[in-house]
């Protein structure tokens, strides 16, 4: 059989260039897990366009949320033409018998322990409806070819996952769902012997938290320090309080970690479910990664149900104060699958359930104590604010150890805010009608003259009063 796999962009507007992109893992675990028979090519829409006429006899998808309508309907464009196609990822995982609606097949979970009997399935003409196995072992070593094969790309970053399954169910995150609570491991022999095979020395590791069993951690680092490799991933605050664990990640070539660091609000920090003690320890925390030369990157989000106005310049000045060099500002993203979809679905909160606009930074729901305009206009100021020359140099002196990524990571985060404050107003329109209508008659908001102080917070009395 010909297997055509496919990742769909979230719409032709989020394409971002190859100089970007990593490879994405799941497709090219799936072809490294199809029976050698069969003939598998690899599409990732940002760097390719799909031919849907193109000679195959089986189609799989991957998606999340934001990228679902699209796949759904490149899904039904497949099966128009008389392909079998199959649907997997998250999205699906979470809302299979939606999916199913545009597919012929769903694989919920995991497609370890699933994907050889679908193939086989699908040769033999009889594919079911939904394919599943919980928690499938990692044990087996998955070589995939297919990664040195495909189109290279400018930073040629080789994407792993060691370990999956998150122990913290954070109301708002949906990777439960998908890979359970408790952590699996990919056996530290396999990951090395991918590494290798991959020739790459760029690594991105996948993981939610990298060190979230610290005893895998540190037989990982271990192995990894022979390889002479860099790598990147996430992990959790708990790191800077095992000075020996992150001592054995720099030199096991670690130069940057992503931290789900959430929200500076105390209230917050206190609430959620993760080892924060208080805004004070956090802090310094991030000095202490800080000075043990890992590039520390935190992800925020807006609009928990404390959060009032005041988080905005909170926000900016805990990043300036920090002297952080680059962030993450989403806003809380309702997921399906989530505690907090349940939630503001029952409270009749939700503004939309457009799938594309679930993307962490488009307000879908009516926060607490702001209306979706202002949550959404708020999170645009803070950005704009972050990346203002003035900003980008004050925090310059204290990243000099990598001057040049956070001149060009902060110019690369001006283009995303230039981009959202151009189609703030198209989107306000589309779904916040009723305050951008208030404002407007107040002739304060004129879309096609949008400054960043129109957005910014303090104002916002004003242009209510
Ligand atoms: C890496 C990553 C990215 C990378 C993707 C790079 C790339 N090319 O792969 C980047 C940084 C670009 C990214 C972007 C975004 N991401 Co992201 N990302 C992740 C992360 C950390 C890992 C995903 C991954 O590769 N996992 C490893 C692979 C092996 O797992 P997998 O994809 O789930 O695949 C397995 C199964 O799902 C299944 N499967 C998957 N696809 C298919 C297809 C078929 C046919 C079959 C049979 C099976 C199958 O088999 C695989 C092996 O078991 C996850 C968190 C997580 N733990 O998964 C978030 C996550 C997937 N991302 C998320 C989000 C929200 C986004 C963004 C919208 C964020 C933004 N602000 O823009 C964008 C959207 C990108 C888009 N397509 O438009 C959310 C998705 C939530 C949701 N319900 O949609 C997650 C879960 C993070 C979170 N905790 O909220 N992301």
Redo the contacts with the bound molecule.
């Keep these: 059989m010909k297997i055509l796999?496919v990742?769909?962009?979230?719409d032709m507007a989020?394409k971002r260039s190859r100089f970007l992109?990593?490879?994405?893992?799941?497709?090219h675990?799936?072809a490294g897990l199809t029976p050698p028979e069969h003939e598998v090519r690899i599409v990732?829409e940002?760097i390719e366009d799909i031919n849907f006429d193109e000679e195959c006899d089986l189609v799989?998808?991957?998606?999340?949320?934001?990228?679902a309508p699209r796949a759904y309907r490149f899904a039904q464009e497949f099966k128009r033409r008389g392909k079998k196609v199959?649907?997997?990822?998250?999205?699906p995982?979470?809302l299979p018998d939606e999916a199913l609606q545009h597919a012929d097949s769903v694989?919920i979970?995991?497609?370890?322990g699933?994907?050889e009997q679908?193939v086989e399935d699908a040769k033999n003409g009889r594919l079911q409806k939904k394919?599943h196995k919980s928690c499938p072992s990692l044990d087996r070593y998955v070589q995939i070819r297919s990664r040195r094969e495909s189109k290279k790309r400018v930073f040629d970053i080789i994407?792993v996952?060691t370990t999956r399954g998150?122990p913290f169910r954070c109301d708002f995150?949906?990777?439960y769902n998908?890979?359970g609570s408790v952590i699996r491991h990919i056996p530290v022999k396999n990951v090395i012997r991918d590494i290798v095979d991959s020739e790459g020395k760029n690594i991105?590791f996948?993981?939610?938290n990298i060190v979230g069993d610290p005893v895998y951690a540190r037989e990982l680092f271990t192995e990894l320090k022979p390889l002479g490799i860099k790598w990147a991933g996430?992990a959790s605050m708990s790191l800077a309080r095992d000075p020996g664990l992150m001592k054995l990640a720099v030199e096991s070539g670690c130069r940057a970690l992503f931290f789900g660091l959430e929200s500076v609000s105390k209230t917050q920090l206190l609430k959620m479910r993760k080892s924060a003690k208080s805004v004070e320890k956090t802090e310094e925390e991030i000095k202490r990664i800080r000075d043990s030369g890992i590039y520390f990157h935190p992800s925020l989000i807006f609009g928990f149900d404390d959060d009032t106005k005041d988080i905005f310049p909170e926000t900016l000045e805990f990043l300036e104060r920090n002297r952080v060099s680059s962030a993450?500002l989403?806003v809380l993203?309702p997921?399906?699958?989530t505690k907090v979809y349940r939630q503001f679905l029952s409270e009749g909160r939700l503004i939309t359930l457009d799938w594309k606009y679930?993307?962490?930074?488009t307000v879908v729901f009516k926060p607490r104590h702001m209306d979706p305009f202002e949550l959404q206009a708020g999170r645009i100021w803070t950005l704009g604010e972050f990346v203002k020359i003035s900003s980008i140099l004050k925090r310059l002196p204290f990243n000099m150890d990598y001057p040049l990524y956070h001149l060009v990571v902060n110019i690369g985060t001006w283009w995303v805010y230039r981009d959202d404050l151009r189609t703030f107003p198209r989107l306000a329109h589309q779904l916040f009608p009723v305050p951008q209508k208030d404002l407007r008659e107040k002739g304060r908001i004129k879309p096609w003259t949008l400054k960043i102080s129109d957005l910014n917070p303090h104002n916002w009395v004003k242009v209510q009063g």
């Design positions: 796999l990742s769909p962009c979230r989020a992109m990593i490879p994405q893992l799941a497709l675990l799936l990732e940002e799989g998808i991957s998606c999340m949320t934001a990228n199959v649907l997997g990822g998250i999205h995982t979470i694989v979970g995991e497609a370890e699933v994907w679908l394919y994407p996952m998150c995150c949906c990777v998908i890979f991105l996948l993981d939610d996430q993450s989403n993203t997921y399906p699958g679930y993307n962490h930074s």
